[in-house]
């Protein structure tokens, strides 16, 4: 059995919770592992006031005995703080849906008039517990020596000019940057840029990579469409809220070339057999991983809430009108980087478990024979 897991919780409910199902036993964890992710997804220059609100901790209730996993499902817990500040409050129904959010779609589906109730389970707050469970990902792919990072290449009109450098390097200058840019003169640029949208009442989105190192040959597989790894990680990344495209290495690019000058030459080497000198493929070739770094690309379009108000309809009167503004950032790139490794973490764990399996950590380590070769 591969791995699968089910989150619940409203934005400004008591709390959200997740549950994760087929971890295999002995994978020594504590709930600091997975805090330290929840206070990066709240970290990044252009977050709004929410972040003040929430100090997001995990209390892991369940599939842990004296800091291992014993095998059960693993249940995670994070109360939202704000639930206090709401529980009491007397809210008027919502019946002005906001361009570019699932109100109006998700109203419609489910017959609730009241749109709020939408907005509460719509709310990119969900992804504090896609975080959490990555984290528990994280900790597992550590142990079979792959890391993941993420660093953002454009946000809003602005681009970075990326150094040629290891992607480790340019995941820690992105960690060392409230925009998570590794160009110093973007990154100022950028946070010049938010400025102007916030004073303009309006927001932004752009492009980050969130790649992988480490990984060997044969995660995914070919023979069926619903295997292929690349379909597996697109869909992962876009289903992150606001995420509306997911390029794997430089495919639209790519796209633009004749193929003599986007595949990836193969050369004899005398310690590894054969080798890439390029990685344009982004470590996947027939939904396979092929041993390079895997690198994922994916674009945010701007928050959809703005101070700015945008044209809507009153769907009770059916009058025109327009959206009143609800708390949120002007730019929450930074955090959809972390949110965006955290759903790579939880895909690539599960193509662990699903070629190599084994119910207890000492036995996937035996299984996958832990790659010392590293790449990026």
Request: charged share 20%; with cysteine.
């Amino acid at each position: 059995m591969t791995l699968r897991f089910l989150t619940a919780g409203e934005s400004h409910g008591p709390a959200l919770t997740a549950i994760i199902e087929g971890f295999p036993a002995g994978l020594a964890l504590a709930a600091t592992d997975i805090d330290v992710e929840l206070q990066r997804r709240q970290s990044g220059y252009g977050r709004g006031g929410r972040m003040k609100i929430e100090q997001d901790q995990v209390r892991i209730t369940a599939g842990m005995i004296a800091g291992q996993t014993t095998g059960a499902p693993l249940a995670l817990w994070i109360d939202n703080r704000d639930w206090a500040n709401w529980k009491d409050r007397q809210v008027a129904p919502w019946h002005v849906p906001r361009p570019g959010h699932a109100d109006l779609a998700g109203s419609t589906k489910y017959a609730l008039e009241d749109m709020r109730w939408i907005a509460e389970r719509a709310s990119a707050r969900e992804t504090t517990t896609r975080v959490a469970v990555g984290a528990v990902c994280k900790k597992l792919l550590c142990e079979l020596g792959v890391a993941i990072g993420s660093y953002v290449t454009e946000i809003g009109a602005v681009q970075a000019d990326i150094p040629a450098a290891p992607l480790s390097e340019l995941w820690a200058s992105a960690e060392a940057s409230d925009v998570r840019c590794p160009d110093e003169n973007a990154a100022a640029a950028m946070r010049r840029h938010i400025d102007e949208a916030r004073a303009q009442g309006d927001s932004l989105g752009g492009i980050f990579v969130v790649a992988a190192t480490g990984l060997p040959v044969g995660l995914g597989s070919h023979v069926h469409w619903d295997r292929r790894l690349d379909g597996r990680i697109a869909q992962a990344i876009v289903s992150i809220p606001a995420i509306k495209g997911v390029e794997i290495g430089p495919a639209f690019e790519n796209a633009r070339l004749p193929g003599t000058q986007v595949h990836d030459a193969l050369y004899p080497a005398a310690d590894r057999g054969i080798v890439r000198r390029s990685n344009r493929a982004g470590g996947l070739e027939g939904g396979i991983t092929n041993g390079e770094p895997l690198v994922v690309r994916a674009a945010m379009k701007p928050i959809p809430t703005t101070i700015s108000p945008l044209e809507s309809v009153n769907t009770v009167t059916g009058e025109a009108t327009t959206t009143q503004y609800q708390r949120s950032d002007v730019c929450a790139l930074p955090a959809a980087c972390v949110v965006a490794e955290a759903m790579l973490a939880w895909v690539l764990a599960d193509a662990f478990s699903e070629k190599f399996g084994g119910d207890s950590m000492t036995e996937l380590l035996r299984n996958a024979r832990v790659v010392q070769r590293r790449s990026g």
